[in-house]
């Protein structure tokens, strides 16, 4: 399983519970889509999973900026997604970013909203915040191989799943 979560914002711990963090040590891969805040929160992420892969967010502190890229891209059962925290330009600007990386999906962070859109050329995956909801529900993403692509939900840390996608390679 791949898990997905961001917008952590948190000073000394990593504000997993519930589901959350179940997914998150259950997860052969993490991706944290920025603002963890502190090296200590970013730690405790590393540490709860067996494979991370993050990016910085506009609100992380310069050891996480010398630490983490503020993009990357990642490949989990077959799909390959391009990550950021946010660009400029909306759903544009990440479809751009997306292609340039040859990603089949990108996944980002920072409005707190979680969401699926597949819309548009490349979906987009906002996992939401699962620590600081700003008026969305928490949230996190969970991803499983499934045939030739990802099935996906957006889950709360109580369990409760409110979104269920699907991802293929292009």
């Known amino acids: 399983m791949l898990t997905v979560v961001s917008d952590t914002h948190g000073t000394e711990s990593h504000r997993l519970r519930g589901r959350t963090l179940q997914a998150v040590r259950d997860a052969e891969m993490v991706v944290h889509a920025g603002d963890f805040m502190t090296e200590t929160v970013l730690d405790a992420f590393v540490d709860e999973s067996d494979t991370f892969r993050g990016v910085y967010g506009n609100n992380d502190d310069a050891g996480i900026r010398e630490r983490l890229p503020g993009a990357r891209t990642v490949e989990y059962g077959g799909v390959r997604f391009a990550v950021t925290h946010t660009r400029r330009g909306g759903d544009t600007a990440l479809t751009l970013f997306g292609r340039e990386r040859d990603a089949d999906a990108v996944i980002f ?48 840390p109580d369990g409760d799943v409110f979104e269920t996608f699907r991802i293929d390679p292009r």
């Not at 409005?111 to 620590?131: C, E, M, Q």
């Not at 969305?136 to 889950?155: F, I, K, T």
């Open 109 to 156: 962070g920072h409005s707190h909203r979680p969401g699926f859109d597949a819309t548009g050329p490349l979906a987009l995956l906002n996992p939401g915040s699962h620590a600081e909801p700003r008026g969305y529900g928490l949230a996190h993403a969970e991803l499983e191989a499934d045939g030739d692509g990802l099935s996906g939900r957006l889950c709360t």
